[in-house]
């Protein structure tokens, strides 16, 4: 079954304290994107990839790192969470940058204390 | 940075009647997109739209490409209870390869 899985599902944490939100799609795409959903804003671009190896930021960058080692693996770092950093969590695929049928996960609740 | 709005946030409706809800941005974007999101779940891509005044059409869903690419609509006819969630525009900017996203319209389909 084509998918996106994110890991973990939910997750409450302290300020300051590493974390990883894991993410992989089994479509062999090359587009692959983290977006934070906060109630009012919609869902806002965090950093996109294009291939791998190839990243870039999107509208809210600060505060969270990526890596695209792998073409299906893509995780989302947060080095230093901070409570503004509570929020929910989507990564998504699409089969390239111009197609623009974009594959979401289920997402990732992250509450940062 | 770029913004797009919709209207209206939120919408309580009768089974059965027709839906139109609209998304507008202060620049151009190359696609439009109009997703929806149920509870507990991530978006759904429901029309994508790739060319000024283009108006396309999935099932009871339509939706239109503005001619200034600085619009887009949707329309839901005949509502049913699975309607119910929430409706994203996403804008497509070629040139930075981003996708940004409305706020939403929360939908409510009353029996």
């Known amino acids: 079954e084509a998918q996106v899985t994110q890991n973990p599902r939910y997750l409450i944490t302290v300020t300051g304290k590493k974390l990883t939100v894991t993410c992989s799609q089994n479509?062999?795409?090359?587009?692959m994107s983290w977006y934070r959903q906060d109630p009012g804003l919609g869902l806002r671009q965090i950093y996109y990839?294009?291939?791998?190896?190839?990243?870039d930021k999107g509208d809210v960058p600060e505060g969270y790192k990526v890596s695209r080692k792998e073409k299906r693996n893509f995780p989302l770092i947060l080095e230093s969470p901070s409570p503004n950093q509570t929020s929910l969590y989507f990564c998504?695929?699409?089969?390239?940058?111009?197609?623009?049928?974009?594959?979401f996960g289920p997402g990732t609740r992250l509450t940062v204390t | 940075g770029q913004q797009l709005n919709q209207s209206p946030q939120s919408m309580f409706i009768q089974e059965g009647e027709d839906v139109s809800m609209n998304c507008t941005s202060s620049?151009?974007?190359?696609?439009w997109l109009w997703y929806k999101q149920d509870p507990g779940e991530g978006p759904v891509l429901l029309i994508a739209l790739y060319k000024a005044g283009e108006l396309t059409s999935n099932g009871r869903l339509t939706a239109q490409f503005g001619i200034t690419r600085k619009d887009s609509f949707l329309n839901i006819s005949a509502s049913i209870p699975s309607d119910v969630g929430i409706y994203f525009c996403a804008g497509f900017d070629n040139y930075g390869q981003n996708f940004v996203f409305g706020p939403g319209t929360r939908l409510s389909v009353l029996p």
């Open positions: 620049s151009i974007f190359n696609t």
């Open positions: 479509m062999n795409h090359e587009y």
């Open positions: 990839s294009m291939n791998v190896e190839v990243t």
């Open positions: 998504a695929s699409s089969f390239d940058g111009t197609a623009y049928e974009q594959y």
